[in-house]
């Protein structure tokens, strides 16, 4: 009895004991359950974390994408309202006449419109022989940017240096502003520059020019009115040489093409140019004011049989209703316009382009409401 009791008390211990180490192992698991709902938990939010970032990093990057197009569309505005300031007038001209909202225009109509964009006649026979009656963009633009292909191409790469231009035209065409904006141009196409006022005979030319010189930061040869200007000429190319500077402008008197002294003067300037660095000038930029339309073609011609021009700037066109005498102009000389000007800005010249000159013509003409 005392042994079997005895056995007893010994087992109880060790049921105790076994109990304790149920109920350890069950708070172990409870831990261990624990951590792992930790871990999952802390995965989770890990995983929330990231996509949190991968959604923020998408929005970044589609905003950054956003901001890219609208940099690169407001890069494009200039060029296309440059166009279209610059066919402004002339497009309010032709209101009356343009129908709207047809995909398709009458052979007549057409006809109508080109002369009163002040495109000669001729011209616009050239353009629309051989047109149906019912005429329709796709036909018309393929004409009307045909008409500048007769134009030589220029080569602008591997230009001498220091490259220069001289630039002719009568009083009032706009010489001394386009000067200014040549010049701003090259420099911001990272070029150095330097003007000549050669223009001796105008009064103020000279002061006008010096001016638009200290705007813009660009040194200038000068002497006083009346002086020769072929010497000026000389001392800017031979400053250009020295100095290692990429672009000459030098500017001349506004010579009417009637006037025979002046006009023997101009070749004496681009003889002098040639003395003063080989092969200069390397382009003579004649510049026409736009306002006068078709007018300005007996001028260029005469200038050009002259000293030969190897180029067209056409300026005021926002000023004209005569948009259609680029055509004439084209045409007719055979020549390249280069650039074509519109405001006072130094930054309003743009580098002339059939097709965005077309297309902005065009955009007119063809209306949609």
């Known amino acids: 009895m005392f042994s079997i009791f005895k056995r007893k008390k010994k087992e109880e211990p060790q049921k105790e004991e076994l109990q304790e180490e149920i109920v350890e192992q069950e708070e172990v698991e409870v831990v261990q359950n624990d951590v792992v709902e ?39 505005q200039p060029k296309q ?34 002369i009163e964009s002040d495109m000669e006649y001729e011209i616009v026979e050239k353009a629309m022989t051989g047109l149906s009656d019912k ?33 002719i035209g009568v009083n009032g065409a706009g010489k001394t502003t386009t000067i200014a904006k040549l010049a701003n141009r090259y420099k911001s196409e990272g070029k150095s520059v330097i003007l000549g006022a050669g223009d001796t005979f ?33 001392d800017t190319i031979h400053s250009a040489v020295s100095k290692g500077i990429d672009h000459v402008i030098i500017d001349t008197a506004g010579r009417l093409q009637t006037q025979t002294n002046l006009n023997n003067e101009l070749k004496k300037i681009v003889k002098v140019c040639g003395k003063a660095n080989d092969g200069a ?20 011609k005469a200038f050009n049989e002259i000293v030969g021009v190897d180029g067209i700037i056409v300026t005021k066109l926002d000023g004209t209703a005569k948009g ?8 007719q000389l055979e020549l390249p316009i280069f650039y ?12 002339f382009s059939p097709d965005k000159f077309v297309d902005g013509l065009l955009d007119g003409i063809y209306t949609t409401n």
């Open 38 to 76: 930790d871990n999952i938990e802390e995965k989770i939010e890990i995983d929330q974390e990231s996509n949190l970032d991968e959604t923020s990093k998408s929005k970044e990057q589609e905003e950054i994408t956003q901001e890219s197009k609208e940099e690169e569309q407001e890069q494009d």
């Open 81 to 114: 309202s440059f166009f279209a300031r610059a066919l402004n007038k002339t497009l309010e001209n032709l209101k009356s006449t343009i129908p709207v909202g047809v995909e398709k225009i009458d052979f007549d109509t057409i006809e109508e419109i080109l």
């Open 135 to 167: 005429i329709s963009r796709k036909d018309l633009r393929h004409r009307l940017v045909s008409l500048f292909e007769h134009a030589p191409e220029v080569d602008t790469t591997n230009l001498p240096k220091p490259f220069v231009e001289l630039i």
């Open 202 to 234: 105008r009064a103020a030319a000279i002061e006008q020019l010096s001016i638009w010189a200290s705007k813009i930061d660009v040194p200038i040869i000068k002497t006083k009115q009346g002086h020769d200007s072929s010497a000026v000429a000389f």
């Open 281 to 300: 000038p390397h382009r003579k930029l004649m510049i026409l004011d736009g306002t006068q339309g078709n007018s300005a073609i007996a001028q260029a």
């Open 324 to 331: 259609g005498a680029l055509f004439s102009i084209s045409n």
């Open 340 to 351: 074509i000007g519109v405001g006072e800005s130094k930054d309003d010249l743009v580098e």
